[in-house]
């Protein structure tokens, strides 16, 4: 397994991949928060309060993760080297292990930069460490949620299809439907549906309410879709 995930970390980093998904979240959430005037800029939101990345960089998250995921499987199969992988001395588990720790490696990587948001709006503060900091870093932790499912499913429509294009739009798809579509059947329907999706998870932990609930929730459905990749495997 790690020797599938050193692979995976030095082919991000050995092209430009793993420098443009940093480059490009790091770069949109700073707009956005920082540049732009809107709801989103903390400059004119008046609050030492990071709201507005919480609710933009799940949505980044949604195009830039399947970005990264798309080529997991169908590069191989394209390039006939998942045949030899699968003939390997390694498990199932150990092989999508190790593509989806690298995928998700690599976005814990782009977020560590941001922490830097958290020491900016506490010096913003008035006064100085006016921030509420267990709701900050529940946030981060839900983002690390998202982000486990988001690489899981991305690692699975990899699987199931034999072009990155294809992969990457119906990865896309299913992390939008599993993100907000619950919470706008729940609205439409007047159903407490919405915790069957991410976005009612990820509001609770980010408010700093570390409800075990919401911890088995993003492990529970990661471990879903990449036991749905290990069928596609078996099958294959």
Not at 110 to 134: E, F, H, M, R
Request: proline share 3%.
């Amino acid at each position: 397994m790690f020797a599938i995930l050193k692979k995976e970390i030095v082919s991000f980093f050995a092209s430009p991949i793993g420098y443009l998904v940093i480059g490009i979240f790091l770069i949109t959430n700073g707009l956005f928060i920082w540049v732009f005037k809107g709801e989103f800029n903390i400059w004119d939101f008046g609050f030492a309060d990071l709201s507005g990345y919480y609710f933009i960089a799940p949505w980044i998250f949604i195009f830039l993760i399947p970005a990264i995921t798309m080529k997991s499987f169908s590069e191989e199969k394209k390039q006939g080297t998942l045949e030899l992988l699968l003939t390997k001395p390694i498990t199932d588990w150990q092989l999508i292990l190790g593509k989806f720790l690298g995928a998700f490696i690599l976005i814990i990587i782009a977020l560590l930069p941001t922490l830097l948001y958290i020491y900016t709006v506490y010096q913003l503060g008035n006064p100085i460490g006016n921030i509420d900091l267990g709701s900050a870093f529940g946030a981060y932790a839900g983002l690390l949620g998202i982000a486990m499912i988001y690489c899981a499913v991305g690692i699975f429509t990899s699987a199931i299809s034999n072009n990155q294009i294809v992969s990457f739009i119906l990865a896309v798809f299913v992390c939008f439907l599993m993100y907000y579509s619950f919470e706008a059947l729940s609205d439409i329907t007047s159903t407490s549906i919405e915790n069957f999706g991410i976005k009612a998870h990820f509001n609770t932990i980010s408010k700093g309410i570390i409800d075990s609930r919401n911890i088995i929730y993003f492990f529970s459905v990661s471990f879903l879709f990449l036991y749905f990749t290990k069928l596609t495997l078996t099958k294959k």
